[in-house]
């Protein structure tokens, strides 16, 4: 199994600045796609950005320009970089992964447990 423990959430104001951060730790072969999803209050969890392992950064749109995702392969880390927060950017926001726990091994994905984001206005 892998775990997946965030870190870096709070509470913040409009125009703030967060950084969130993921460790990946257990049975690794091969990490692949790391991503940050988001889930507010009475609504669906959504993508808000992937990297892929040869750093390629894929956004939503509500982010772009605001969010920069990044990751360090040596660590199986990956990090969030959130600049001029805004209210709709309040959730919960989880790290997931999709990894290899063996050679010639099923692609899984894994989640972590999520970290509160609170931007107040």
């Known amino acids: 199994q892998v775990q997946l423990v965030e870190s870096g959430g709070g509470l913040v104001q409009a125009g703030g600045a967060l950084r969130l951060s993921c460790a990946a730790s257990?049975?690794?072969?091969?990490?692949?796609?790391m991503a940050w999803y988001r889930q507010a209050p009475g609504k669906q969890r959504e993508l808000v950005a992937s990297i892929a392992r040869d750093s390629r950064g894929d956004y939503a749109d509500s982010v772009k320009g605001r969010f920069a995702i990044t990751r360090d392969n040596a660590k199986n880390s990956v990090y969030l970089q959130m600049n001029s927060l805004k209210p709709e950017d309040t959730a919960i926001y989880s790290c997931s992964c999709i990894a290899q726990m063996r050679w010639g091994g099923a692609q899984v994905r894994f989640w972590g447990r999520g970290t509160q984001v609170t931007v107040s206005s």
């Open positions: 257990g049975n690794i072969f091969s990490m692949n796609e």
